[in-house]
């Protein structure tokens, strides 16, 4: 071992060492240089775009569902078994057109007695409004003259019976007949009385009759037609309303949703009248009026919304057509889905009802106001620093700086900005390579 020899060696070593380190230093510095200066050399209009002013419509995007405007489940006035039915699932009907018919044995027949008794009511009033026919007063008045013969040979009947009577009476005062004869002559003689006044009686009634014919009917007795003609009209209004209760009609227009019951089937009137997914056995079919969307906005714009404004309505569907419609109505209260609070608006299709179907799903776009001279900048270049909204912007030395702005609208991919920045600012739109939102540092500009 020869330690002088190490010795000898140590200090050139040592300087040896030292400069490699320094030279180390200086290249990476170097190094350090020429990485900062390609990081930071990028062309600042690739990554940017300039704030323009532009017309921009005003639009209000939100989600729909197709629906009914009106949904009714149809089922008889009374409980009984289904006869006919007349419609099929999809069937378009009109306003008042038979559904289906209800058995029923004797609501018939009792419609045609009704209407038998109200022709014979009819016809008696009738005849005593016309009053009495001349042939009618001649029958009568012939038949007061034959009551009048008949009282005239009554009377010589009596006065025959009479005479008979007083000569018996004096045969037997003086015993020359028996007392049965006397008996039998009495007898006759009350008899002839009786018959007399008979005779006279009916004169007087054919007489009355004769008087009646001649002055027409008494308003006692119209009174008493009428009477009895609204009777038998009202028991006939009775048996058809029965009789119509078997037929079941359509309350209003539309189409035929569901079909819930067949022929023979036993169907009663306990059903829903508007929920068709509360629709029971007992209900006959679903009838559905005209179509609607059902949208539902975010509270921040239902200030946007307003009756009558036009609606664009797109459906899943039929992802390449557009169908117009229009605002019907705003809901006058919020309702909340998954903690974010809502308002439904109906809105009215003016076209594409023959295509869409209840329960499609759409997006709709409520359009608003024009805006003339709006600034805008694309969406993509708004981003959120600490719960604020702003863009980014190129600062010095090629930094990237968070500018705080006011939003307006946004209308598909533009975005109004209403304060912060100016017409011709350039705005980032992508990050240039090597930088990112969580490594560069933002600091806000004044």
Not at 299 to 313: K, S, W
Request: net charge negative.
């Amino acid at each position: 071992m020869q330690f002088p020899l190490i010795g000898k060696v140590r200090r050139p070593l040592v300087w040896l060492l030292a400069g490699l380190a320094a030279a180390a230093v200086v290249a990476g510095s170097v190094g350090f240089g020429v990485w900062r200066s390609r990081q930071s050399a990028y062309d600042v209009e690739a990554f940017t775009t300039a704030a323009a002013i532009e017309p921009l419509t005003v639009r209000v995007a939100a989600s729909g569902t197709v629906r009914p405007v009106q949904t009714v489940n149809l089922s008889p006035e009374n409980a009984g078994v289904l006869e006919e039915l007349f419609v099929e699932q999809g069937d378009r009907v009109q306003p008042g057109q038979v559904i289906a018919r209800m058995k029923s044995r004797d609501t018939a027949a009792q419609v045609s007695q009704n209407q038998a008794a109200v022709a014979e009511a009819e016809a008696a009033l009738a005849e005593l409004r016309q009053g009495s026919r001349p042939d009618e007063i001649t029958q009568a008045e012939a038949t007061v003259e034959a009551n009048r013969a008949q009282v005239r040979d009554a009377q010589a009947r009596l006065d025959l019976a009479t005479s008979d009577l007083a000569r018996r009476q004096q045969l037997f005062d003086r015993g020359a007949v028996a007392a049965t004869d006397l008996d039998t002559a009495a007898r006759e003689q009350r008899s002839a009385q009786a018959a007399l006044e008979q005779a006279q009686a009916r004169v007087t009634e054919s007489q009355r009759r004769v008087d009646d014919l001649r002055s027409g009917p008494r308003q006692e007795a119209i009174a008493q037609a009428e009477a009895r003609l609204a009777q038998a009209r009202a028991q006939l209004d009775g048996a058809q309303i029965r009789q119509d209760e078997t037929l079941i009609r359509a309350p209003f227009g539309g189409i035929i949703t569901q079909k819930f019951a067949t022929e023979g089937a036993f169907v009663t009137p306990t059903t829903s009248a508007s929920e068709l997914s509360s629709a029971t056995s007992t209900a006959i079919v679903a009838l559905a009026e005209d179509l609607e969307v059902l949208a539902e906005v975010p509270e921040a714009d239902i200030a946007l919304i307003e009756p009558g404004q036009t609606v664009e309505v797109v459906a899943d569907a039929f992802p390449d057509q557009t169908f117009a419609g229009r605002v019907k109505l705003v809901a006058p209260e919020a309702i909340e889905r998954q903690s974010v609070t809502l308002f439904q608006v109906q809105i009215e299709l003016i076209d594409g009802k023959d295509i869409l179907r209840s329960n499609m799903n759409v997006n709709v776009n409520f359009v608003g106001d024009q805006l003339a001279d709006a600034l805008v900048v694309p969406t993509v270049a708004v981003v959120t620093q600490a719960g604020e909204s702003g863009v980014l912007v190129p600062g010095d030395d090629r930094d990237i700086v968070f500018q705080p702005v006011t939003l307006g609208p946004q209308v598909g991919d533009q975005i109004q900005i209403v304060d912060g920045i100016e017409e011709g600012d350039r705005v980032f739109v992508d990050l240039p390579p090597g930088k990112s939102l969580e490594n560069i540092t933002v600091r806000q500009q004044q």
